[in-house]
Protein backbone atom coordinates (compact mmCIF):
# COMPACT_ATOMS: atom_id res chain seq x y z
CA UNK A 1 0.00 0.00 0.00
CA UNK A 2 1.42 3.39 -0.66
CA UNK A 3 1.36 6.58 1.48
CA UNK A 4 1.60 9.68 0.26
CA UNK A 5 2.03 12.80 2.15
CA UNK A 6 2.01 16.32 1.10
CA UNK A 7 4.06 19.32 2.06
CA UNK A 8 4.59 22.70 0.90
CA UNK A 9 1.94 24.56 1.38
CA UNK A 10 0.87 28.06 3.37
CA UNK A 11 -0.12 31.74 2.70
CA UNK A 12 0.74 33.62 0.22
CA UNK A 13 0.23 36.56 -1.36
CA UNK A 14 -1.49 36.75 -4.74
CA UNK A 15 1.07 36.48 -7.47
CA UNK A 16 3.32 34.98 -5.40
CA UNK A 17 5.15 31.22 -5.60
CA UNK A 18 4.86 27.91 -3.97
CA UNK A 19 6.06 23.90 -4.40
CA UNK A 20 4.26 21.49 -3.05
CA UNK A 21 5.87 18.10 -2.69
CA UNK A 22 4.37 14.88 -2.49
CA UNK A 23 6.27 11.77 -0.94
CA UNK A 24 5.31 8.43 -1.57
CA UNK A 25 6.40 5.44 0.67
CA UNK A 26 5.51 1.65 0.48
CA UNK A 27 5.72 1.25 -2.94
CA UNK A 28 7.70 2.40 -6.41
CA UNK A 29 6.57 5.79 -7.38
CA UNK A 30 7.22 4.79 -11.15
CA UNK A 31 4.47 2.24 -10.89
CA UNK A 32 1.49 4.98 -10.94
CA UNK A 33 0.49 7.60 -12.88
CA UNK A 34 0.22 10.74 -10.24
CA UNK A 35 -2.15 13.64 -9.87
CA UNK A 36 -2.34 16.78 -7.63
CA UNK A 37 -6.33 17.74 -7.00
CA UNK A 38 -7.73 20.90 -4.78
CA UNK A 39 -10.81 20.92 -2.99
CA UNK A 40 -12.23 24.62 -1.85
CA UNK A 41 -14.84 24.47 0.56
CA UNK A 42 -18.12 23.89 -0.72
CA UNK A 43 -17.03 22.61 -3.99
CA UNK A 44 -15.59 19.41 -5.73
CA UNK A 45 -12.42 17.99 -5.96
CA UNK A 46 -10.99 19.17 -9.09
CA UNK A 47 -7.77 17.82 -11.23
CA UNK A 48 -5.01 20.47 -11.11
CA UNK A 49 -2.48 18.32 -13.19
CA UNK A 50 -1.12 14.59 -13.54
CA UNK A 51 1.66 13.61 -15.00
CA UNK A 52 2.96 9.98 -17.19
CA UNK A 53 4.83 7.05 -15.08
CA UNK A 54 7.32 7.99 -16.93
CA UNK A 55 7.03 11.62 -16.80
CA UNK A 56 7.06 14.41 -19.54
CA UNK A 57 5.27 17.87 -19.79
CA UNK A 58 2.07 16.50 -17.80
CA UNK A 59 -1.65 17.62 -18.31
CA UNK A 60 -3.31 20.77 -16.47
CA UNK A 61 -6.23 22.20 -16.15
CA UNK A 62 -7.27 24.97 -17.83
CA UNK A 63 -7.51 27.02 -14.91
CA UNK A 64 -3.45 26.90 -13.84
CA UNK A 65 -2.18 26.12 -17.40
CA UNK A 66 0.74 28.14 -17.90
CA UNK A 67 1.69 28.92 -14.06
CA UNK A 68 1.43 25.36 -12.58
CA UNK A 69 3.92 22.80 -13.47
CA UNK A 70 4.00 19.06 -12.15
CA UNK A 71 7.19 17.03 -12.63
CA UNK A 72 8.41 13.95 -10.49
CA UNK A 73 11.41 12.23 -9.80
CA UNK A 74 10.80 8.26 -9.61
CA UNK A 75 14.67 7.79 -8.22
CA UNK A 76 13.44 9.73 -4.78
CA UNK A 77 9.75 8.68 -5.08
CA UNK A 78 8.97 12.59 -5.30
CA UNK A 79 6.20 14.50 -7.02
CA UNK A 80 6.14 18.41 -6.68
CA UNK A 81 3.58 21.07 -7.97
CA UNK A 82 5.28 24.10 -8.48
CA UNK A 83 2.79 26.86 -8.42
CA UNK A 84 3.78 30.32 -10.08
CA UNK A 85 1.18 33.53 -10.10
CA UNK A 86 -1.15 32.82 -7.83
CA UNK A 87 -4.37 33.78 -7.21
CA UNK A 88 -7.34 34.16 -4.69
CA UNK A 89 -9.27 31.39 -6.51
CA UNK A 90 -5.95 29.00 -6.14
CA UNK A 91 -6.95 28.76 -2.15
CA UNK A 92 -8.02 25.01 -1.53
CA UNK A 93 -6.63 22.24 0.37
CA UNK A 94 -4.43 20.47 -2.24
CA UNK A 95 -3.80 16.42 -2.73
CA UNK A 96 -1.62 14.30 -4.17
CA UNK A 97 -2.73 10.63 -5.57
CA UNK A 98 -1.62 7.61 -7.50
CA UNK A 99 -3.59 5.67 -9.69
CA UNK A 100 -2.54 2.46 -11.06
CA UNK A 101 -4.11 3.05 -14.44
CA UNK A 102 -2.08 3.37 -17.60
CA UNK A 103 -3.14 6.99 -18.38
CA UNK A 104 -3.92 10.11 -16.76
CA UNK A 105 -7.26 10.14 -15.12
CA UNK A 106 -8.89 13.53 -15.21
CA UNK A 107 -11.13 12.63 -12.29
CA UNK A 108 -10.50 11.60 -8.81
CA UNK A 109 -12.34 8.42 -8.76
CA UNK A 110 -9.55 5.94 -11.07
CA UNK A 111 -7.25 7.24 -8.28
CA UNK A 112 -5.94 4.47 -6.13
CA UNK A 113 -4.74 6.56 -2.92
CA UNK A 114 -4.61 9.53 -1.47
CA UNK A 115 -2.50 12.05 0.34
CA UNK A 116 -4.07 13.81 3.43
CA UNK A 117 -3.49 17.36 1.65
CA UNK A 118 -1.74 20.22 2.45
CA UNK A 119 -3.51 23.99 2.81
CA UNK A 120 -2.62 26.90 0.18
CA UNK A 121 -3.81 30.25 0.81
CA UNK A 122 -3.71 32.70 -1.70
CA UNK A 123 -4.30 36.29 -0.44
CA UNK A 124 -5.35 39.40 -2.55
Known amino acids: QVQLVESGGGLVQ???SLRLSCAASGGTLSSYVMGWFRQAPGKEREIVAGIRRSGGRGWYADSVKGRFTISRDNAKNMVYLQMNSLKPEDT???YCAADRGELISTGPNPYDYWGRGTQVTVSS
Open 14 to 16: AGG
Open 92 to 94: AVY
